[in-house]
């Protein structure tokens, strides 16, 4: 039976932003050898979950090279769970969708593994692999990392944003949005969670409002499409000097024809993120990253020109 790589809201943001027109080889209903290979050899993985409320939520988790396998091809294991304090801890429950991206930040490869959650056990938890397909390495900036396993501080929760939350936010280059499909949407839909990148200070804070400028990539429009049909949006950024971990939830919203991104080279649009609550967790990711070169491909992109 055909599955088809994308679905309705995908395809219509596809032809918004003039984007990959009808399914692709690329995206798969198993992982290949190679994205196997590739999973068991990360430090961290970043999660994608559905919450009670059924909104997007994303976290992180970490554990030696290993702690991620794939007995199968269309099996995928991760040997950790978020602790208590995790806004994705009760997220992690059979049959809830999920969305899994590996990250290799010394190569600046990337692959996304998505589908639905088979078991959970104390050990950790079991995914059915519903689309497995790699992404290009454009605007990930290179770090290297070591394990670092001291103890952090008590999770703390606020609304909107703190003054410490916008000082992460406007100095990071690095953050990941975790978003799903609306219900009904057709076989391709789902829970996701992707990456975006830039030079520090690539995101735009007035308020509790993020503006996050959409460079060209792989032209999926896997994140906008999700939005198309379901704006509630987590964003998760990572302190790579701390292992303090940021949640953010909010809603969303996308400025199709690029007026709010015309002061930010290179971006073709934009979109928003009003945030109203986020979690901050001191000490959370057992790693710590040197950083190492940024992306050759952040030439000609951005800052952000004028106020804001």
């Not at 190569?107 to 104390?122: F, L, P, Q, Y």
């Not at 900036?141 to 070591?146: D, H, K, M, P, S």
């Not at 896997?222 to 950024?237: D, H, I, K, M, Q």
């Not at 939830?249 to 930010?264: C, L, S, T, V, Y």
Request: charge should be neutral; aromatic fraction near 8%; charged fraction near 25%.
């Amino acid at each position: 039976m055909h599955a088809p790589s994308f679905h309705a809201d995908e395809i219509a943001a596809q032809r918004l932003g003039d984007g990959v027109i009808g399914d692709t080889p690329a995206i798969r209903t198993f992982m290949p050898e190679q994205h196997r290979t590739f999973f068991a050899g990360l430090p961290m993985l970043l999660v994608g979950a559905v919450d009670a409320d059924g909104a997007p939520i994303a976290t992180a988790l970490a554990g030696r090279p290993g702690f991620i396998s794939t007995p199968d091809p269309e099996t995928l294991r991760v040997a950790a769970l978020p602790p208590a304090d995790d806004p994705a801890a009760s997220a992690l429950r059979p049959g809830a969708e999920i969305g899994l991206l590996g990250l290799d930040f010394g190569t600046r490869r990337r692959n996304r593994a998505n589908g639905r959650i088979a078991a959970v056990d104390a050990g950790g938890f079991t995914v059915a692999v519903e689309q497995s397909f790699g992404n290009c390495p454009k605007y990930i900036r290179r770090r290297e990392a070591e394990a670092q396993p001291r103890a952090g501080g008590p999770a703390e929760t606020f609304d909107g944003l703190d003054a410490r939350a916008r000082a992460l936010i406007a100095s990071a280059d690095t953050l990941f949005v975790a978003t799903r499909a609306r219900d009904g949407v057709g076989p391709a839909g789902g829970a996701d969670i992707s990456h975006r990148g830039g030079r520090p200070g690539f995101v735009r804070v007035e308020g509790d409002v993020l503006t996050i400028p959409d460079l060209p990539g792989n032209r999926y429009f896997n994140t906008l499409g999700n939005l198309v049909g379901e704006p509630r949006a987590s964003l998760l950024l990572v302190d790579f000097e701390s292992g303090d971990l940021l949640t953010l939830q909010g809603e969303a919203e996308i400025d199709w024809d690029g007026r709010a991104a015309a002061d930010f080279a290179g971006a073709r649009r934009s979109w928003s993120v009003r945030v109203l609550r986020g979690w901050r967790r001191p000490g959370a990711l057992k790693l710590r990253w040197r950083p190492l070169d940024p992306s050759p491909f952040l030439a000609g992109t951005g800052p952000w020109a004028g106020p804001g």
